[in-house]
């Protein structure tokens, strides 16, 4: 089975701009998990989507978006990017969401914000 | 709120020490508790998890509720044991929500 993916794998980006990371689940997973690492915040929570709904949101401003596709295929959009945006986003992906589930993550996608 | 703590950044030890990375967590539901480890290189995977009782790569974790708890051990350690570990909680009423402490560093030396 092929891991989670995720693309790009780099990029930089000049403040004020947008962004949009793609992560593609394990096939038949249906939930979809991000999380922003930093050196100084550490793994933290961004959102979940579940067949196509975002389930979970955590306590990032609303320049933060994500969707998910049919397929379960899920994207994050940042607007308007900030220096502190720059960071490694990862994204995980389980069968479901309920408890025996684990979760599988990808190999993130370094963000650079200039 | 939920939070995790794992008070050690660095631990170093020798080769065929005994490991014990500390977790404590901060949450008034029943708590869903993993280690994940990052090895060099690699991405994020899970390592165990407290509902499992299992142990991995001789690797074992004990809830302990009553001190809020989840230290991870291994009697012996082996240097390819070298790797980040964090230690996550899943709160049950979040879905797949894991909140993650700041991770702590093991550097196994020969």
């Known amino acids: 089975k092929a891991g989670v993916t995720q693309t790009p794998r780099y990029l930089i980006k000049t403040r004020g701009q947008q962004v949009t990371l793609s992560c593609s689940p394990i096939?038949?997973?249906?939930?979809v998990s991000w999380y922003q690492q930093t050196p100084g915040q550490g793994l933290q929570f961004l959102f979940e989507?579940?067949?196509?709904?975002?389930?979970n949101k955590g306590n990032f401003p609303g320049r933060f978006s994500g969707r998910q596709f049919s397929n379960s295929r899920s994207e994050m959009n940042v607007s308007t990017l900030e220096l502190g945006d720059s960071a490694l986003y990862l994204c995980?992906?389980?069968?479901?969401?309920?408890?025996?589930?684990?979760?599988?993550f990808g190999p993130g996608t370094r963000l650079t914000v200039l | 709120a939920q939070r995790v703590t794992q008070p050690e950044k660095l631990l170093s030890v020798f080769k065929g020490a005994p490991v014990e990375l500390k977790c404590n967590y901060s949450?008034?539901?029943?708590?869903?508790l993993f280690w994940y480890v990052q090895y060099s290189r690699q991405r994020l995977q899970l390592l165990l998890r407290?509902?499992s009782r299992e142990s991995i790569k001789g690797f074992t974790a004990d809830l302990n509720k009553g001190e809020t708890s989840f230290h991870l051990k291994k009697p012996f350690a082996q240097e390819e044991d070298s790797a980040m570990y964090y230690c996550?909680?899943?709160?049950?009423?979040?879905?797949?929500?894991?909140?993650f402490g700041a991770g702590t560093i093991l550097r196994v030396k020969s």
């Open positions: 995980a992906s389980s069968y479901t969401g309920t408890q025996n589930n684990e979760q599988f």
């Open positions: 096939s038949g997973h249906r939930s």
């Open positions: 989507y579940f067949s196509e709904t975002q389930r």
């Open positions: 949450y008034s539901g029943s708590p869903e």
């Open positions: 407290h509902i």
């Open positions: 996550a909680l899943r709160p049950m009423e979040y879905g797949n929500k894991l909140v």
